[in-house]
């Protein structure tokens, strides 16, 4: 399971989303804040949805110091 820190922007719930699937051209993730409704997507045909979940997770827990 995916361990997201809440929202950058207001500390909300975030929800990550699928779009797509293994078989489909669009390959999409996206993370969005329940809050204040901002959206973090990422997508990628050439890698699988475990590349492309732990990219997207890494990018959203990403903070500056």
Same mark, same amino acid.
Not at 57 to 65: D, V
């Given at each position: 399971?995916?361990?997201?820190? &809440? =929202? &950058?922007? =207001?500390?909300?719930?975030? %929800? +990550? @989303? #699928?779009?797509?699937? +293994?078989? /489909?051209? @669009? !390959?999409?993730?996206?993370? #969005? =804040?329940?809050? =204040? *409704?901002?959206? %973090? !997507?990422?997508?990628?045909? %050439? *890698?699988?949805?475990? #590349?492309?979940e732990?990219?997207i /997770?890494? +990018? #959203?827990? %990403? !903070? /500056?110091?």
């Open positions: 399971d995916m361990k997201l820190k &809440p =929202c &950058p922007f =207001c500390g909300g719930t975030v %929800r +990550a @989303k #699928w779009i797509g699937n +293994a078989y /489909s051209r @669009k !390959r999409f993730m996206e993370i #969005w =804040c329940y809050e =204040c *409704h901002i959206v %973090r !997507r990422k997508g990628e045909m %050439r *890698h699988n949805f475990d #590349w492309l732990d990219v /997770s890494k +990018a #959203w827990n %990403r !903070r /500056s110091k």
